[in-house]
């Protein structure tokens, strides 16, 4: 279930999706999928719950506009 949860000066999108789905859509192993997803979690970009994923559309996109 994907869902865009609305809250004063906070978007998030909420992904039903596994460590094992995401590796395989990326063709990389779950271990490193995992690796990659703590890395955006100690960022606070991404937040889990047991199958899915909550992303903080507003944090990301600030992040990936500071590369260039």
């Not at 789905?21 to 999928?33: H, K, M, Q, V, Y």
């Not at 690796?35 to 909550?54: A, F, G, P, Q």
């Amino acid at each position: 279930r994907v869902g865009v949860v609305l809250r004063p000066y906070n978007t998030q999108l909420k992904i039903a999706i596994t460590q094992q789905e995401i590796a395989n859509a990326l063709g990389i192993s779950r271990e490193t999928a995992n690796t990659e997803l703590k890395k955006l979690e100690r960022m606070n970009l991404v937040s889990h719950s047991r199958k899915s994923y909550i992303l903080q559309l507003d944090e990301l996109r600030a992040y990936v506009n500071s590369w260039s």
